[in-house]
């Protein structure tokens, strides 16, 4: 029904920049908060950063200052810009979404395949 499809990971050396997007499709009538988690090897998933329809945001306090996120409406798609990386932050990264199917739908949490995303020199 829906689909949620990353991008954007990839390999990249401490102190550089990687941006991530996440583009729903399918079935989708709107979309509620969005947000961005990470998952490290040996670790629980944990939440990175979110952004509400309107805009606001709330971010993990490690990334604070160095990462933002952003949505485009319009596209359906969800951004996250990472500066400043540092090895602590390679992980998995999953893009989530609260989502209403049809008119009158309730919101039904969808997640993508995930993304890794390496910080090494």
């Known amino acids: 029904q829906v689909q949620l499809v990353e991008s954007g990971g990839g390999l990249v050396q401490p102190g550089g920049s990687l941006r991530l997007s996440c583009a729903a499709s399918?079935?989708?009538?709107?979309?509620?908060?969005m947000g961005w988690y990470r998952q490290a090897p040996g670790k629980q998933r944990e939440l990175v950063a979110t952004i509400s329809t309107g805009g606001s945001t709330d971010y993990a306090d490690s990334v604070k200052g160095r990462f933002t996120i952003s949505r485009d409406n319009a596209k359906n798609t969800v951004y996250l810009q990472m500066n400043s990386l540092k090895p602590e932050d390679t992980a998995v990264y999953y893009c989530n979404a609260d989502i209403v199917n049809v008119l009158w739908g309730t919101p039904t949490d969808y997640w993508g395949q995930g993304t890794q995303v390496t910080v090494s020199s």
């Open positions: 399918g079935s989708i009538f709107s979309i509620y908060a």
